[in-house]
C-alpha cells in the first residue's frame, strides 16, 4: 500500500487508518520497522479517546491534519506514540502499539535492555517508543514528509487482519470496543494480551461499534 493510500485511509476513517499502517515501516534514523499491531481512537463519541472533550493542549496534534505524530506520556514513565488521523478539526489517532524489527537491532537491544527476545523489543507502544527513542520532541512532526527524520514509509501489507478490543482502558472508556487490529501473520510479535482477536473479513461500521 502507499503512503498516500494510508494517509487516505486515516483521513477516511481512523478505523480504517489503523487497518492501512499495518504493514507499514516505521523508520527514525537507522532503526526501521514493520508496523504489525494498531489501536484507533476516535473524538466526541470515544470515551476512550484523548480527544473525547475537544482539544487541549496535550492532546491538539489530534486535531491537526492526518499524518501528524502525537507522542504522550503516560503512567508517570511511558512515551507513547500515534498517528492523528481524520481531517483537520476532528480530533482522532491511531496509536502504534507493535512492530517487528528490521534494521537497528543492536541499538534497540542496548535501549530495551530487559527484553528476553527480540520479539519482545517492540512489543507494546511503550516499548516501541523506548526502543526507537521517541519522546515529547517528535511531537508534531509530519509522519509521511519522507525528509522527517521520525517517518512512515510503504511496506508489504498483511495477508489477514484479526481485531479485538482495545487494550488498558478503564470501565466506561471504552474498553469493549474492537478497534485493536493485528497481522494475523505477527501474532508472536504483538503486545499482550494476544487472546480475544477475530478475523477481520470487512471493516462495516457494524461489526466495530462504539461502546
Known amino acids: 500500500m502507499s503512503i498516500e493510500s494510508i494517509r487516505d485511509a486515516l483521513?477516511?476513517?481512523?478505523?480504517?487508518?489503523a487497518v492501512a499502517l499495518l504493514g507499514a515501516e516505521l523508520v527514525h534514523g537507522e532503526l526501521r520497522a514493520r508496523i504489525v499491531e494498531?489501536?484507533?481512537y476516535r473524538g466526541s463519541d470515544d470515551p476512550g479517546s484523548h480527544a473525547h472533550r475537544g482539544p487541549t493542549p496535550r492532546c491538539e496534534v489530534m486535531f491537526g491534519p492526518a499524518g501528524i505524530a502525537y507522542v504522550y506520556f503516560t503512567y508517570g514513565m511511558h512515551w507513547m506514540l500515534?498517528?492523528?488521523?481524520?481531517?483537520?478539526?476532528?480530533?482522532?489517532?491511531?496509536?502504534?502499539?507493535?512492530?517487528?524489527p528490521l534494521e537497528g537491532t543492536v541499538l534497540m537491544r542496548e535501549r530495551r535492555s530487559r527484553a528476553k527476545s527480540d520479539k519482545?523489543?517492540?512489543a507494546g507502544p511503550a516499548c516501541l517508543c523506548a526502543a526507537f527513542g521517541i519522546d515529547r520532541r517528535q511531537n508534531g512532526w509530519d509522519l509521511f514528509?519522507?525528509?522527517?527524520?521520525?517517518?512512515?514509509?510503504a511496506?508489504?501489507?498483511?495477508?489477514?487482519?484479526?481485531?479485538?478490543?482495545?487494550?488498558?482502558?478503564?470501565?466506561?472508556?471504552?474498553?469493549?470496543?474492537p478497534w485493536r487490529f493485528a497481522d494475523a501473520d505477527a501474532l508472536d510479535w504483538i503486545s499482550k494480551p494476544k487472546t480475544e482477536l477475530?478475523?477481520?473479513e470487512v471493516l462495516p461500521e457494524a461489526i466495530l461499534p462504539i461502546g
Open 120 to 122: 519482545q523489543l517492540l
Open 145 to 153: 514528509d519522507p525528509g522527517s527524520p521520525l517517518r512512515i514509509e
Open 198 to 200: 477475530t478475523q477481520l
Open 82 to 100: 500515534n498517528v492523528s488521523a481524520l481531517e483537520e478539526g476532528a480530533g482522532a489517532a491511531v496509536l502504534i502499539r507493535a512492530a517487528i
Open 11 to 17: 483521513r477516511r476513517d481512523v478505523r480504517a487508518g
Open 155 to 177: 511496506g508489504s501489507p498483511p495477508s489477514a487482519v484479526v481485531y479485538g478490543p482495545r487494550v488498558g482502558l478503564a470501565e466506561g472508556k471504552g474498553e469493549k470496543t
Open 38 to 40: 494498531t489501536e484507533a
